[in-house]
């Protein structure tokens, strides 16, 4: 049990599923009016996954879910609680979550959606301990999502954030691990004064969808990019300081850290000021681009099947976007997760570190 009497809970399986559809940057970036080379020297990216016309974010997500379960053994009916993160959600209504525990046969488990944009899967990890806790399930079981759908609010016009997005879904199942394992510190905060610097302007009840804000196009994703690296640079550095600060644990002692792909020449940039002296850098940003609240998860999945996450090593977990929002939590590897094993189908697989 832990200090304060409750068993301790972490990771125990990760899943993830990227659509078959592969976005070159030659085609991503014609509607814009840039070139590929533009495009991988401003983002690190150089192609990404789209989702094909019949699949929404549940479907995304419902795959996610079925792999990361198989690498529990654990049956749908053995989770408690579902947690979807996107901002990309199938409908208005009801929450993705709920089909999602629909199309999985989750039976038994509560299912919400979180909406904190890229920052949204760290969130979700913390609103799913705490479902697990307040339902006084210490030894239960939580699944996980990050799933979004950005091509389908993307302007192919805007090259601000026409290229930067990929759609994809990634998941865990949170559940029992050993004393001295599991999540230790975790710091969410809000930045609602530079909320604009990421919208959707329409579709909500500011700006209801009508025929005007379909024709000016105020349905899609628009972000300023200049003000998003500077709120990152300035927040970021500050936020993992204070997450290692209230967890009593040094700089050293974290062997990697996965942060949300935003943009792998900002990162890379980034990377340097974070002060993480023995951390490998995990990247999947180059293959899959931004997947919104999927980047994590995906990434986590893809570092693991690598077999680089051994039981006991300190993972940081780091999310920032929209809202704007700064998420990041600790977790030291259980060595109850499930073992690596060889590629997902239907997703590539990438340790991407950088040393």
Request: aromatic share 4%; net charge neutral; hydrophobic share 40%.
């Amino acid at each position: 049990m832990g200090n304060d009497g409750v068993q301790p809970a972490g990771i125990i399986a990760t899943g993830s599923y990227l659509p078959d559809r592969t976005v070159t940057n030659t085609e991503a970036g014609a509607p814009a009016g840039v070139t590929a080379e533009w495009i991988e020297r401003k983002t690190g990216i150089r192609e990404r996954r789209r989702a094909a016309p019949g699949q929404a974010t549940s479907n995304l997500a419902a795959i996610a879910a079925d792999r990361a379960l198989a690498a529990a053994g654990l049956s749908p009916t053995e989770i408690d609680c579902v947690v979807v993160a996107t901002s990309t959600p199938d409908h208005p209504q009801p929450a993705t979550a709920s089909i999602v525990q629909h199309l999985i046969g989750a039976t038994s488990a509560a299912a919400v959606d979180v909406n904190a944009v890229c920052s949204g899967f760290v969130y979700a990890l913390a609103t799913a301990q705490g479902l697990l806790h307040s339902a006084a399930r210490p030894d239960g079981h939580a699944l996980v999502i990050g799933a979004d759908i950005y091509s389908r609010i993307l302007d192919p016009s805007d090259r601000r954030t026409a290229v930067l997005f990929g759609d994809g879904a990634g998941a865990v199942v949170l559940g029992p691990v050993p004393e001295g394992h599991g999540f230790g510190g975790t710091r969410l905060r809000g930045h609602g004064d530079a909320h604009h610097l990421i919208s959707v302007p329409a579709g909500g009840s500011r700006i209801p969808a009508s025929e005007r804000t379909v024709r000016e196009g105020a349905h899609y994703f628009r972000m300023d990019g200049r003000g998003v690296r500077g709120f990152v640079n300035d927040e970021l550095p500050a936020a993992v300081s204070a997450v290692l600060r209230d967890s009593a644990i040094s700089a050293a002692d974290v062997d990697h850290f996965v942060p949300h792909q935003a943009n792998g020449v900002m990162l890379r940039d980034l990377w340097s000021s974070l002060d993480l002296p023995r951390a490998t850098l995990h990247l999947t940003v180059d293959r899959f681009a931004n997947t919104g609240s999927a980047s994590i998860p995906v990434t986590l999945d893809a570092a693991h099947r690598s077999g680089v996450l051994a039981p006991g090593h300190t993972v940081l977990l780091a999310g920032f976007g929209g809202g704007m929002n700064t998420a990041l939590t600790l977790c030291r590897w259980a060595p109850t997760a499930n073992r690596p094993t060889a590629a997902t189908p239907g997703a590539r697989q990438f340790s991407g570190v950088l040393s």
